[in-house]
């Protein structure tokens, strides 16, 4: 059968385990990946239509789906027992330093923060303004990072006092897929 006799079914209904078979009326099999990617990414507003494969279904299902930007919070905490915060960050994008002062309030207000564990296994890093603006509210002082260019040094970020978790023991979990910027907290951290 033809894919566009099939029904649209709305976004919602999509399911993990799905396997797309094909986007806007071309099979993905016909295509190389990066051509399937440039499909499916457009305007926020347009209209993209998967067909889908999905097990326990003998007929492909189409979705029209709206493509939209979609924005992931890159901090999430809450206050364990005896004050200790679960900070778990996901990845260094726009706001992520904003984000973690929210959350240091919000610890805060739920009572007193006696020390942190900082979770940044799986963080692929990020941008490094962030990392560092993070990285100064857990120091009292001294260097986050410096680079340098044949021994000489051109850039380098320093903590100032007063950061919000600064008087508190941290705990920093990393693991095999902590990268980059989320390297960078640890190193400056420890």
């Given at each position: ?43 926020p507003g347009?209209h993209v ?111 100032r006092s ?29």
């Amino acid at each position: 059968r033809d894919l566009h006799s099939f029904p649209t079914r709305r976004s919602s209904d999509l399911k993990h385990g799905d396997q797309i078979i094909a986007v806007d009326g071309e099979y993905v099999q016909n295509a190389t990946f990066d051509n399937m990617l440039k499909k499916m990414r457009g305007a926020p507003g347009t209209h993209v239509k998967l067909t889908i494969k999905r097990a326990g279904t003998k007929e492909p299902l189409t979705f029209d789906l709206v493509r939209q930007i979609i924005r992931v919070a890159s901090v999430q905490a809450k206050l364990l027992d005896n004050g200790v915060a679960y900070i778990r960050l996901k990845q260094f994008q726009d706001h992520t330093h904003d984000e973690l002062l929210k959350a240091a309030a919000a610890l805060r207000k739920s009572g007193n923060v006696s020390g942190v564990i900082l979770d940044m296994r799986s963080n692929p890093g990020g941008l490094v303004d962030e990392a560092a603006d993070v990285a100064d509210e857990f120091l009292g002082g001294g260097q986050i990072y410096s680079m340098r260019h044949r021994g000489v040094v051109v850039d380098e970020a320093r903590a100032r006092s007063g950061g919000a978790f600064a008087n508190v023991p941290v705990v920093i979990l990393v693991d095999e897929w902590s990268a980059s910027a989320a390297e960078l907290v640890a190193g400056a951290l420890q």
